[in-house]
């Protein structure tokens, strides 16, 4: 990785989609990753969201952040190829946002950033959070894929035998870390085969 990239910057999008806690606790846990520099971008949407579905603001989560860019702010860092970033990650990803990404409509800086990942062919994650699915969002999911996106949508493993919803949030949190690089963390036990009993020996 280049000087310019050290501190690693991780560029999070918080959509208006319900589960705002993915993208919350991303941000709580890229805080305590050693190195790993910030940048915030929360839609009017989102900050509703996080009020309604959880018991913190949007000023608590963006007082994690290193940096925090207004949504309408398309002259911000991010918002340029040359302003270097590791990778950027839209938790939760509302259908509005995947629509927008998919067809480059940089009309806000949250999409103008995961568009500018695509183009530097840089690591974007969408955790797209809706269901059922219909074929115009199986269509849109299929060109950002091909433009380079990953979508990963919240899908807990049971393998980990979650007690909690925080378990179930954790897991698919520590699945967004893995694909951006950044393995350093304890967030699920990862799977190594089952478990032997004396009744499978």
């Given at each position: 990785?280049?000087?310019a990239?050290?501190?690693?910057?991780?560029?999070?999008?918080?959509?208006?989609?319900?589960?705002?806690?993915?993208?919350?606790?991303?941000?709580?846990v890229?805080?305590?990753?050693?190195?790993?520099?910030?940048?915030?971008?929360?839609s009017?949407?989102?900050?509703?969201?996080?009020?309604?579905?959880?018991?913190?603001?949007?000023?608590?989560?963006?007082?994690?952040?290193?940096?925090?860019?207004?949504?309408?702010?398309?002259?911000a860092?991010i918002?340029?190829?040359?302003?270097?970033?590791?990778?950027?990650?839209?938790?939760?990803?509302?259908?509005?946002?995947?629509?927008?990404?998919?067809?480059?409509?940089?009309d806000?800086?949250?999409?103008?950033?995961?568009?500018?990942?695509?183009?530097?062919?840089?690591?974007?994650?969408?955790?797209?959070?809706?269901?059922?699915?219909?074929?115009?969002?199986?269509?849109?999911?299929t060109d950002?894929?091909?433009?380079?996106?990953?979508?990963?949508?919240?899908?807990?493993?049971?393998?980990?035998?979650?007690?909690?919803?925080?378990?179930?949030?954790?897991?698919?949190?520590?699945?967004?870390?893995?694909?951006?690089?950044?393995?350093?963390?304890?967030?699920?036990?990862?799977?190594?085969?089952?478990?032997?009993?004396?009744?499978?020996?």
């Amino acid at each position: 990785m280049s000087e310019a990239l050290s501190p690693r910057r991780v560029v999070v999008g918080i959509s208006g989609a319900s589960g705002a806690i993915y993208g919350i606790r991303l941000v709580e846990v890229l805080a305590q990753i050693e190195g790993v520099e910030i940048h915030l971008v929360m839609s009017k949407g989102a900050e509703a969201t996080i009020s309604y579905e959880t018991d913190r603001t949007p000023g608590e989560i963006a007082g994690l952040a290193h940096v925090v860019h207004d949504e309408r702010n398309l002259a911000a860092a991010i918002a340029s190829g040359t302003f270097l970033t590791s990778a950027m990650v839209v938790a939760p990803c509302s259908i509005r946002t995947l629509s927008a990404i998919a067809n480059s409509a940089n009309d806000n800086l949250l999409v103008r950033a995961a568009d500018v990942h695509l183009k530097e062919r840089r690591s974007l994650v969408l955790v797209v959070r809706e269901t059922p699915l219909h074929l115009g969002h199986l269509r849109l999911m299929t060109d950002v894929t091909m433009s380079g996106a990953v979508i990963l949508p919240p899908v807990p493993g049971f393998y980990t035998l979650p007690k909690s919803i925080d378990d179930l949030v954790d897991h698919t949190v520590g699945k967004v870390l893995d694909t951006i690089g950044l393995t350093e963390h304890t967030l699920f036990d990862r799977w190594g085969g089952p478990k032997m009993t004396s009744e499978t020996e």
